[in-house]
């Protein structure tokens, strides 16, 4: 039998600067190549950057949508699972990730890590809520991150 692939969810705004963005990318491509699929909210920005990076990098990429329209997605997510439910889809997205990082982001950004330190989901963080909550583990990239997430997982 077939072991279950490691889901990690990347988390972060919809709007984001550059230097973030390539901070999101880095991340998706690591997780691809980690052999892990890439979970997010399907949007912009950071969803958008990161499910970018996975899918250069050969991987595959899931996207838990706030619409009902599937077509709302960005063009790098493979596999779409449209909620209506707006930002309260964050906590599927928390409940079907092995592991969490959060590159950047706003207060949707800031619920997910929520839902993930009280599901006591690994979790990390590059240049977000980390800044402020001692509870996420700090680092200055992509790499170190997803390194901890997965020793962790």
């Given at each position: 039998?077939?072991?279950r692939k490691i889901v990690i969810a990347v988390i972060g705004g919809s709007k984001c600067s550059e230097e973030i963005a390539k901070e999101a990318y880095k991340a998706g491509h690591?997780?691809?190549?980690?052999?892990?699929i890439l979970l997010n909210g399907g949007g912009n920005g950071?969803?958008?950057?990161?499910?970018?990076?996975?899918?250069?990098?050969?991987?595959m990429t899931l996207?838990?949508?706030q619409s009902d329209n599937k077509e709302k997605v960005n063009p790098y997510i493979d596999v779409v699972i449209a909620t209506g439910m707006g930002?309260?889809?964050?906590?599927?997205?928390?409940?079907s990730a092995d592991g969490v990082l959060a590159v950047g982001g706003e207060y949707g950004t800031?619920?997910?890590v929520a839902f993930a330190l009280n599901s006591k989901k690994p979790i990390a963080g590059v240049?977000?809520?980390?800044?402020?909550?001692?509870?996420?583990p700090s680092f200055d990239n992509p790499k170190d991150a997803i390194d901890f997430i997965f020793e962790k997982i």
């Open positions: 039998m077939q072991k690591i997780i691809a190549e980690k052999g892990a950071v969803m958008l950057a990161s499910a970018q990076g996975a899918k250069d990098a050969g991987g996207g838990i949508t930002h309260v889809r964050n906590a599927i997205i928390i409940q800031l619920s997910e240049f977000s809520w980390n800044r402020i909550l001692s509870e996420i």
